[in-house]
């Protein structure tokens, strides 16, 4: 038995076998060889055995979903067959002696930056593509097997990292627990954890060679262990937690179709974050008033191209019928800092927090902006709607949004198509925001806070650095501060305002929200109950 501790960031306990996730891409070292011709016959091998793969999945995507989405892998066989393309290669493995993988992986990098920088939106999109090709050439090179979830039983995924979009694509319905070497408490793949109602722990010091897929692990995220190979012992203590677990859950179902009020008569909605159309039963089932924060960038992850209007036109209209006349907030795009993409042909920049991210993206590329709000406005006629927009810093940000929504409406009325123009707010999530949020008051039709970028802008903390999470402290008196007058200015103009950050489902906070007059908390869906079982046994005094 070997006992592992780590950073617990979503609370359960399983018992499971464990499954070492691989990463898609791996790192390629340039070393120096003696027969280039080798290496040569190395990348025609791996082309080989690239397009049969590709042949495969183009076969599968066919008869899965048609003709026009399985293109694409025709298209990446195609590139393989490109002249300019292995020339650079075999050029590169001749003329500086280096490994097949190298060779590929700067030429794939160079063409992919050249494609990114053209003005052609169409060829700046195979930037994605070149990289993808040239990703699976050297994983073939290297004789890498990616992890696939398809093929397993329920399992606890161990990686020394995940990414949101790796996070993303992984069959919710196979995945026990994770538990990852790095990794913040406060990054999105903690918080896609939480939705997902699985224990999580961060900060593990495993050497993920010595994990063997299959083994039985046990993971307890309330006291933060990781255990492998447990005695029997642990395995029936274990198995009575697992029962009282259950039993706790069995307690809180009791308050399901109860109001959110206190003692004294104090109502405050409780809505589920979300980032995917299907975590919608997972809000019926808690009982959730609405969706606070739907993520809408996840529908943009792990994927190789835009969703197009009529994809997430039928995303949003899903969920809004799913959710009947209960209000559903859909966030705009707020894809950047850790949620990437390759092919929005983002640069790296030193402080992608900082960065070129969220709505910046949606003003500077309205195409990206408009085809989103064209979904999102013909959606709204289905539902209960309201949009917000994230990481707003000034009110000419505001008036930029509103004009672009005027053109879109204009637009949509020409084209005689049925829309609505949804109740509009945005998220508060910057310090200037906060300090202008009278003006802003008066610009929106509602606030909600979001308190895990907040506490990063306020404290000056990267939440992505595990290092900084003992400093991550969304509880210092300044956020405090921040809120308290977020809240007055809202309801001076009569405003309505939540909260949807994680801040939202700390227990210890729920009687000083509602005490501050907060008006909406949204929360992972399994904590719905829990924060209403917190707000009907308190008083609000006021
Ligand atoms: C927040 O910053 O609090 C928030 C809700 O947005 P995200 O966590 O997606 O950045
Ligand atoms: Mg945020």
Redesign the pocket.
């Given at each position: 038995m070997k006992v592992w501790n780590g950073k617990s960031v979503y609370n359960g306990i399983v018992m499971g076998p464990a499954v070492v996730w691989k990463k898609q891409d791996c790192q390629v070292t340039c070393t120096k060889i003696t027969d280039p011709e080798a290496e040569v016959s190395r990348v025609e091998t791996a082309i080989a055995q690239s397009k049969a793969q590709l042949l495969e999945l183009y076969e599968k995507a066919l008869a899965e979903v048609g003709e026009s989405d399985a293109m694409i892998f025709m298209v990446h066989q195609m590139m393989l067959e490109d002249q300019m393309y292995l020339d650079s290669v075999y050029n590169l493995i001749r003329a500086e002696q280096v490994n097949a993988e190298y060779a590929v992986s700067v030429t794939g990098e160079s063409l992919a930056e050249m494609f990114a920088s053209m003005d052609d939106e169409y060829m700046s999109a195979r930037a994605a593509d070149m990289k993808d090709v040239s990703d699976r050439l050297v994983r073939n090179l290297v004789g890498y097997e990616s992890s696939d979830l398809k093929q397993m039983e329920p399992s606890i995924i161990i990686a020394d990292d995940l990414t949101p979009s790796e996070t993303v694509q992984m069959d919710k319905s196979k995945v026990l627990a994770f538990v990852t070497v790095h990794g913040s408490s406060n990054s999105?793949t903690a918080?896609l954890a939480r939705t997902m109602n699985i224990p999580a722990l961060v900060g593990v010091p495993l050497e993920l060679d010595e994990i063997e897929n299959g083994i039985v692990v046990i993971v307890d995220g309330y006291n933060g262990t990781m255990t492998m190979e447990p005695s029997e012992e642990l395995i029936a203590a274990t198995e009575k937690k697992i029962d009282e677990d259950c039993n706790k859950k069995k307690l809180l179902q009791d308050l399901k179709g109860k109001d959110n009020v206190t003692l004294d008569g104090v109502h405050i909605d409780i809505f589920a974050?979300i980032g995917d159309t299907s975590d919608v039963d997972q809000v019926l089932e808690y009982d959730a008033g609405g969706i606070g924060?739907f993520?809408s960038e996840f529908l943009y992850l792990g994927r190789d191209t835009f969703p197009s209007e009529e994809e997430q036109f039928e995303a949003y209209k899903k969920v809004l019928q799913a959710m009947g006349d209960k209000k559903v907030i859909i966030r705009t795009l707020?894809i950047g800092a850790d949620k990437r993409a390759d092919y929005f042909g983002l640069e790296k920049e030193e402080n992608p927090a900082l960065g070129y991210r969220a709505i910046r993206i949606c003003l500077k590329q309205p195409d990206i902006f408009c085809t989103q709000l064209r979904a999102l406005f013909r959606a709204a006629v289905y539902g209960n709607l309201s949009i917000m927009y994230?990481m707003i810093t000034s009110t000419d940000e505001v008036e930029q949004i509103y004009q672009i929504v005027e053109e879109v409406k204009e637009e949509l009325t020409k084209e005689d198509l049925l829309f609505k123009i949804p109740e509009q707010g945005i998220?508060i999530?910057t310090p200037a925001a906060v300090m202008i949020s009278d003006e802003l008051a008066e610009m929106v039709d509602f606030f909600s806070?979001?308190?895990?970028?907040?506490t990063q802008y306020t404290l000056a903390i990267d939440r992505q650095n595990p290092k900084l999470d003992e400093f991550y402290d969304p509880h210092h008196k300044a956020i405090l501060r921040m809120l308290k007058m977020v809240v007055d200015n809202a309801h001076k103009a009569g405003k309505w305002v939540g909260i949807?950050?994680?801040l939202a489902a700390d227990l210890s906070m729920t009687k000083t929200f509602v005490r501050m007059g907060v008006d909406e908390l949204s929360v992972a869906p399994s904590m719905v109950l829990n924060v209403r079982k917190n707000v009907r046994e308190m008083t609000a005094g006021c």
């Open positions: 999105h918080i974050n924060l993520r707020d994230p998220m999530e806070i979001g308190t895990n970028d907040l949807c950050g994680e």
